[in-house]
């Protein structure tokens, strides 16, 4: 017995001997932020996913920077000058702009950011927005066709850059906010080598704060950068981004008040809701289902309007989710851009493919008389993820109840096998999403259900609505006719709705815990959240 | 003994060897491809790959890896978790944390399971055996998930004594939760195993001999008793590491402990194949190794069993 007692009396001793948890002590403003998964990378040119480009705007200014209203105002650059064509754009930069270690931003800094970005030895995922923008010779340079000195891009001296473009884009301005755009110190990168942006020490900071921490699959830690031209402005000593991933622990910590923001899934919203810590907010990503028009039944107009108006969209925000999602009767989200009239595109615009049980069967009706069938089973694609997998449940009991005879299988994929699946044009009925990379309706008009497009899973093809965006493309015939542009988008959409091409489900939002001591967080529907204005009491 | 060992960690090496092969061949037929992101075009796609070296031919880059493994310990690199950084860096940066806190389970787990099965064992049918035996039974049939959630709970949340989640500047303190939500299963088979065993031995013929000679109750139970049934404990030790691999999955999840476990999941859900590949050679590495180190302690505790010849 003897012995046991030594031993229970050692665990105690072990117990004690580890001491209690040292209480934190804070003088200075530091914002928590609890995030639902880890950065892939901080290299600007490199980086993919939403949290990277969100810390990167953290220690990075571009050309151009979003306002709190998200106007689009200087950054880098004080002014620009647009040639009459709107190919030639010429950027005056500040030049109080400075480094963290010091030296100047200059115009061969964003010159030497846009190359590398093209790089075919590099081989960025990103690289395709230089195509997407039309720089002179981007496509030839990825390819490896031509050197990276044939980029259309210069510096006429330290503080004026030119970009020349092979045609009028008429979103370039606003992707001058975006991370892969801003500039890199190339002695310093060059100096780093193969370990630039793999730590935070090798890392160089012309933005409002200076990455001072990264701890693997832990945190990210960035503090106030003296240096910065603005910095009289920021009031944040320093912004701690926390990897926590399961939502229930990041509220319990919410709660005990070590984090200040968190995001939330839809199994805690109803014990938040009516908190006045808990928000919501519109995401700039459409739901929809993507019916595959290689599947000889679904290129049949009446099946794919029955399937787009049989079920109650409300329930899928308002049961399932409820987290600010709302009922998407278009394709182009609420809040993803403004007009030439000043108006969001959706304001005032009209609406499709309601729900209404009715319509719907009679659509079924002579869909089924078209088609010669009395019952048709279809299968519907979906992610692993808890909430796709809910509503394509939900789905499956609508399409049934409502269309007497249809059978709807669901079949349940990783994310990357789904795209895979989808792009192979090996489903039929595929639920999928889409995140705007730039504030105009052409990132999901123009990039999506043109005939032959990559993301077109659908194979959705229209020869009047290839036209009417073709014109709004860069380069096509309204690109600089904002008015005359809006009018053709607004009609396209209504070209591809009106034959449900697509059947659009909802548009996310996102419930969140945030500290009521913490005001002026900037959240933007396309591109990154803002930190510069925050203040915590 | 020696020759045992040296014949045992030769078998090592050829099983991870062929792990190593297995691993690399079944991501083969996995779908998809780490860059099979939503903007990629085909064309990037293919640029992407040959980047990597993924559209040489099977036979060429397994040679290629097993020679990086081999002779440079390299993995290879993250695709889409940490991209293009070397994933032996990103792996060894978690390990430490990930076997520390499965040791501490271990540790914890089976010390209490001796204390509560030498308990119950020579105690049998009293009020503390029956105490040990609910808490077994509890200690199997509750997810170590589960058990996780409530004491964060409790002791995270509800009464603020330790942290909720897993912070790298308090290593020890804030390990202790997930530590106990891992060890309950430990204990909980410890103490059934040793319980059973030790009452067979309690019942034999030579403890029964020692008791005639009038030898001290506690030292029969602990040197006669605990040193035989302690075998059916080492027994099972195999089986408890891997129990603990798998419950930290979760368990690394629930107290954002940047171990390997959470690693390997996020690593099949966007298809890095390197980092998938490596986690489960650690894995298979760690399981070879404390099979290893079992079958030599069956050989110190018990003289009679030797696996080999002459060993």
């Known amino acids: 017995m003897k012995h046991l007692k030594r031993l229970l009396l050692s665990l105690v001793v072990l117990v004690l001997a580890v001491g209690c948890a040292p209480a934190k002590e804070e003088t200075e403003q530091v914002l928590r932020i609890a995030k639902d998964n880890d950065v892939s990378s901080l290299d600007t040119n490199v980086a993919t996913d939403g949290l990277s480009f969100e810390v990167i705007k953290t220690f990075t200014e571009g050309l151009m920077e979003y306002d709190a209203d998200g106007n689009i105002v200087p950054g880098v650059a004080l002014d620009y000058e647009v040639s009459a064509d709107g190919t030639v754009y010429t950027f005056n930069l500040r030049d109080d702009a400075k480094w963290s270690n010091g030296d100047p931003v200059t115009a061969a800094d964003f010159v030497f950011s846009w190359r590398r970005l093209v790089d075919p030895a590099l081989a960025t995922e990103y690289s395709y927005m230089a195509e997407g923008i039309m720089i002179k010779n981007a496509t030839a340079v990825i390819k490896g066709e031509k050197p990276l000195t044939e980029l259309g891009v210069a510096a006429l001296d330290a503080t004026t850059f030119q970009v020349t473009l092979d045609a009028a884009v008429p979103y370039f301005i606003q992707l001058m906010t975006f991370p892969v755009f801003h500039p890199l110190n190339e002695a310093f990168v060059t100096a780093k080598g193969d370990a630039y942006a793999k730590s935070a020490d090798a890392l160089l900071s012309n933005g409002p704060w200076v990455v001072t921490e990264w701890t693997e699959g832990t945190k990210i830690r960035v503090e106030k950068n003296d240096t910065y031209w603005n910095a009289d402005e920021i009031s944040l000593d320093a912004i701690e981004f926390l990897i926590i991933k399961d939502y229930q622990t990041a509220a319990l910590q919410f709660e005990n008040g070590e984090v200040d923001m968190a995001k939330i899934s839809a199994d805690l919203v109803d014990r938040y809701k009516d908190e006045d810590f808990f928000e919501t907010k519109k995401l700039g990503y459409t739901w929809y289902v993507a019916p595959n028009q290689l599947v000889a039944e679904l290129q049949n107009e009446n099946l794919r309007l029955a399937l787009a108006t049989s079920f109650d969209k409300s329930f899928i925000t308002e049961s399932i989710l409820h987290d600010g999602s709302n009922v998407a009767d278009y394709i182009v989200p609420i809040g993803l851009a403004t007009g030439p009239d000043g108006k969001d595109f959706r304001d005032g615009a009209e609406t499709f493919l309601s729900f209404d049980a009715a319509k719907a069967l009679e659509y079924w009706n002579a869909a089924k008389a078209e088609l010669g069938v009395e019952t048709l089973t279809l299968e519907?694609?979906?992610?692993?993820?808890?909430?796709?997998?809910?509503v394509s449940e939900f789905l499956q009991t609508e399409w049934q109840t409502n269309l007497p005879g249809l059978t709807v299988t669901i079949q349940v994929q990783p994310k990357k096998n789904r795209l895979q699946l989808m792009r192979d044009g090996t489903y039929q009925l595929g639920l999928t999403r889409w995140g705007p990379d730039y504030a105009d309706p052409f990132t999901y008009l123009g990039d999506l259900f043109q005939t032959g497009v990559n993301y077109n899973y659908g194979r959705f093809s229209d020869a009047e609505?290839?036209?009417?965006?073709?014109?709004?493309?860069p380069g096509g015939a309204l690109s600089t006719d904002a008015a005359a542009r809006w009018a053709a988008l607004h009609e396209a959409e209504a070209i591809l709705l009106e034959q449900a091409g697509i059947l659009p489900t909802w548009q996310s939002?996102?419930?969140?815990?945030?500290n009521p001591d913490v005001s002026g967080y900037e959240f933007h529907v396309v591109g990154q959240p803002s930190y510069r204005n925050v203040v915590k009491k | 003994m020696t020759k045992f060992i040296a014949k045992r960690i030769l078998l090592s090496l050829a099983t991870l060897f062929v792990i190593l092969f297995i691993l690399f061949l079944l991501l083969q037929f996995m779908p998809g491809s780490p860059f099979n992101d939503e903007k990629l075009t085909a064309a990037q796609q293919a640029v992407l790959m040959a980047k990597y070296g993924l559209d040489k031919p099977f036979f060429i880059r397994f040679w290629i890896y097993l020679q990086n493994v081999v002779l440079r310990g390299d993995f290879g690199i993250s695709y889409a978790i940490k991209k293009d950084m070397l994933v032996s860096g990103i792996v060894i940066a978690r390990l430490g944390t990930s076997?520390?806190?499965?040791?501490?389970?271990?540790?914890?787990?089976?010390?209490?399971?001796?204390?509560?099965g030498v308990i119950s064992g020579s105690k049998r049918n009293t009020w503390m055996d029956s105490m040990a035996t609910v808490a077994a039974v509890i200690g199997v049939s509750i997810p170590s998930y589960v058990l996780a959630l409530v004491l964060s709970f409790v002791l995270g949340y509800k009464f603020r004594i330790f942290s909720i989640t897993y912070q790298v500047d308090q290593p020890l303190w804030s390990s202790i939760?997930?530590?106990i939500a891992l060890s309950f299963f430990v204990m909980a088979q410890t103490t059934r195993f040793l319980r059973t065993e030790l009452i067979e031995v309690l019942a034999s013929d030579y403890v029964k001999l020692v008791d005639a000679k009038g030898v001290a109750r506690p030292k029969v139970i602990l040197r006669h008793g605990l040193r035989n049934a302690m075998i059916s404990v080492i027994t099972i030790l195999g089986p408890l590491t891997v129990n603990l691999m798998t419950g930290s999955l979760v368990v690394e999840r629930v107290y954002g402990i940047?171990?390997?476990?959470?690693?390997?999941?996020?690593?099949?859900?966007?298809?890095?194949?390197?980092?998938?590949?490596?986690?489960?050679?650690v894995y298979s590495a760690l399981y070879i190794f404390v099979n290893l180190i079992?079958?030599?302690?069956?050989?110190?505790?018990?003289?009679?069993?030797?696996?080999?010849?002459?060993g």
């Open chain 2, 294 to 310: 079992v079958d030599i302690l069956y050989g110190v505790i018990d003289p009679r069993i030797r696996v080999a010849k002459g």
């Open chain 1, 465 to 473: 609505y290839d036209a009417l965006v073709q014109s709004t493309a």
């Open chain 1, 509 to 514: 939002g996102e419930a969140m815990l945030v």
């Open chain 1, 380 to 390: 519907l694609l979906v992610d692993d993820a808890a909430d796709t997998k809910a």
């Open chain 2, 177 to 179: 939760l997930p530590t």
């Open chain 2, 258 to 281: 940047p171990g390997i476990g959470s690693l390997l999941v996020e690593g099949i859900q966007v298809n890095d194949y390197n980092v998938i590949i490596m986690i489960a050679f």
């Open chain 2, 99 to 116: 076997v520390r806190i499965g040791l501490q389970a271990l540790l914890l787990g089976v010390s209490l399971g001796v204390l509560f």
